[in-house]
């Protein structure tokens, strides 16, 4: 018997095909296409804001989308062990069990597509593409796909 639950949780791009990250260090959003984020030859993704590398770059909303479905999961278990139990002691004199009612569920609500002022950048150096802020495209920054320092409007 295997106690292990494979949950599948779909993130939606936008209009170009692009999905939103964050820089857990700068808070930093930008957004990269699927395809890139799964090459093999993408070893690393750099932020383009502040230009650290991180395991992961999951929006807040996957966090708690996450969150709500174990939670819900884990409420279903504890639910159907206490009609169990209640089920087990059912003949029993001394021992009385009564399940009231089922525990109340977090709404697991998709998540939302997001926008805002963000434009593709090319980075040359990769010959790939990221949506990044209009203020951080201006500025400068990094390339997310090789880390290499990036001048403005280029």
Known sequence: ?????????????DNDGYV???CPTCGERF???????EEESIIDIWCPNCGLKHDSYLDDEVYELTNRIVHNYVTDMLDDFTKDIEKMFKNNKNIKVKTTKKSKKAPELPISRKIGDYEIKNYCCCNKQA?????????????PFCGEMVDGNK
Do not use: A, H, Q, R
């Open 1 to 13: 018997m295997s106690n292990e639950k494979n949950i599948e949780i779909s993130i939606p791009t």
């Open 20 to 22: 939103m990250l964050k």
């Open 31 to 37: 957004m990269l296409k699927p395809s890139d984020i």
């Open 131 to 143: 949506k990044i802020k209009s203020i951080t495209s201006f500025e400068g920054g990094y390339c």
